[in-house]
């Protein structure tokens, strides 16, 4: 079965920084087949894409990210990361990743929590 394992949240002030992992398991193809992504749910919102990494290489961000975010992959251990420059109280969430070809499973996500 496919499992999908988020760490790296925590409490940071803003403009600090985190680097979340999210490691894959279960899966039938390799793992640079895959289109990778991040998300994140705050309370009482939707939850909403925040980068996404195809198997070339190629990333998407956000624009409430770009340019502070980095989506990158690992395809020797499954993990797909996401680098957390400049953070701002908005960017307080629940981070989860999700495979684009296997969307229907979901990790217990990972919460990052930017606060003074």
């Known amino acids: 079965q496919v499992q999908l394992v988020e760490s790296g949240g925590g409490l940071v002030q803003p403009g600090g920084s985190l680097r979340l992992s999210c490691a894959a398991s279960?899966?039938?193809?390799?793992?640079?087949?895959?289109?990778l992504r991040w998300y994140r749910q705050a309370p009482g919102s939707q939850r909403e894409l925040v980068a996404r990494i195809i198997s070339g290489g190629s990333t998407n961000y956000a624009d409430s990210v770009k340019g502070r975010f980095t989506i990158s992959r690992d395809n020797a251990k499954n993990t797909v990361y996401l680098q957390m420059n400049s953070l701002k109280p908005e960017d307080t969430a629940v981070y989860y990743c999700n495979m684009f070809q296997l969307r229907d499973y979901w990790g217990q996500g990972t919460q990052v929590t930017v606060s003074s």
């Open positions: 279960g899966f039938t193809f390799t793992f640079s087949s895959y289109i």
